[in-house]
Nanobody, 123 residues
Framework: HVQLVESGGGSVQAGGSLRLSCEAS????????MGWFRQSPGQEREGVAG????????YYADSVKDRFVLIRDTAKKSVHLQMNNLQPEDTAMYYC?????????????????WGQGTQVTVS
C-alpha cells in the first residue's frame, strides 16, 4: 500500500521561499514518477513539477520555471520542492502525487496515489 506523506508549506511574504517535501512508502518499484500539483479555490488543479525518482531531468510548469526546483532523494524515496521568489498567485493547496509511469509528469492523468495536501499562502 503506497502512502505519500507531505511536509512543509505555510505562510510567507511575497519574494520569500518555502520548501515542500513528500516521502513515499510502500513502493516496490525502483523507478516511479512523483509530482507536485496545486489547486486554488475555484481553479482546476494544475501540475507544478514532476520527476522520475529513478533518474532523468525534472519537469516544470512555465509559471514556476526558474523559481522552483524539484530535488529527488532516491535513497529516501522522497522529493523536495524548493519554492523561491514566491508570489501571491502561488497561493494554493499543494499536493504530492506518485505513479509507476505517466506519459506527462505535469498532467494528473495517470497518477494513482495522492497526498492529503499542504497549504501555501503568499501575501
Amino acid at each position: 500500500h503506497v502512502q505519500l506523506v507531505e511536509s512543509g508549506g505555510g505562510s510567507v511574504q511575497a519574494g520569500g521561499s518555502l520548501r515542500l517535501s513528500c516521502e513515499a512508502s510502500g513502493y516496490t518499484y525502483s523507478s516511479y514518477c512523483m509530482g507536485w500539483f496545486r489547486q486554488s479555490p475555484g481553479q482546476e488543479r494544475e501540475g507544478v513539477a514532476g520527476i522520475y525518482v529513478g533518474g532523468g531531468d525534472p519537469y516544470y510548469a512555465d509559471s514556476v520555471k526558474d523559481r522552483f526546483v524539484l530535488i529527488r532523494d532516491t535513497a529516501k524515496k522522497s522529493v523536495h520542492l524548493q519554492m523561491n521568489n514566491l508570489q501571491p498567485e502561488d497561493t494554493a493547496m499543494y499536493y504530492c502525487a506518485a505513479a509507476g509511469w505517466v506519459s506527462d509528469p505535469l498532467s494528473e492523468d495517470g497518477y494513482k496515489y495522492w497526498g492529503q495536501g499542504t497549504q501555501v499562502t503568499v501575501s
